[in-house]
């Protein structure tokens, strides 16, 4: 943890109306909340694809926006992770879609969230290798909701099979996942969507009303020590979206592992 060059941080999704006065200045426009979320924060996470896939000119728009070094984690379209009937039509318009990102070397990952109901098993794990050949070439992040998944048979298939497994923080309810990293393919993406256990079952925006304490935030950082020598680039992104306290998270997170990594200065420097 020598520097903040392999940890990115930022938050699901940029243009939420309740940001403004929070986060936004009062007036911004829709258009210039991109860029003015670029100036803060150097990775973003875009879900918006889930539900339709737009224009490649769309993409491209964002990605101009931005500056160089800046990153994008796109969701993929739900008919991969959700309908998985006939996946190939949509795998192609997707692709076609992100293109612009791809091209600048700004994507930097493509999530793909199972829902619930997608549990362990064989026949599941055989079709992740399919949709891994139908994007072969793009770092995929798996991310399911149930913990089932946690198993050692499915690190070890993962790690064979390079594919990262996507770590999750939520309520510890029902059969969610556990909040582990995960390191099987050198690559972390943390996806923290609060801890909201009376409204988690719940859809809306309500869900993701949570804002994380010190001391949750910090344990991650303890997470990430332990691996830091495994894992070469981690990603951290907030999707407790809610009046804007995915930001503040962020932030306070950021001036963690800065904190984190001034304390650990002197004892680098007298090695």
Known sequence: ???????????????????????????????????????????????????????????????????????????????????????LAGVEKFKESIAPLSETG?????????????????????????????????????????????????FTLFYESKLHLCSMDAPQIDALPRPELFSTARRAYIRLHGRNSAQWWHRGAHRYDYSYTEIELKQWIRRIRETRDVIREKYIIF?????????????????????AIKEEQPANAAT
């Open 1 to 87: 943890m020598a520097d903040l060059d392999n940890i990115k941080i930022g938050t699901s999704g940029y243009s939420y109306l309740d940001w403004v006065g929070t986060f936004y200045p009062e007036g911004i426009r829709n258009s210039d909340m991109l860029e003015y979320y670029a100036e803060h924060f150097d990775v973003v996470e875009i879900n918006s694809l889930y539900q339709s896939i737009p224009s490649p000119r769309i993409l491209e728009n964002m990605e101009q926006k931005t500056p160089e070094n800046f990153s994008f984690m796109v969701r993929t379209h739900k008919s991969i992770t959700d309908d998985r009937t006939d996946i």
């Open 106 to 154: 700004k994507l930097r990952g493509l999530l793909l969230q199972f829902p619930y109901s997608f549990r362990w098993s064989q026949k599941n794990f055989t079709y992740l290798t399919r949709v891994r050949d139908l994007l072969h070439g793009f770092p995929l992040y798996f991310e399911f909701r149930h913990r089932g998944w946690q198993r050692d048979e499915v």
């Open 239 to 259: 999707n407790n979206c809610h009046a804007g306290q995915a930001v503040r998270n962020a932030r306070e997170m950021i001036d963690i592992l800065k904190a």
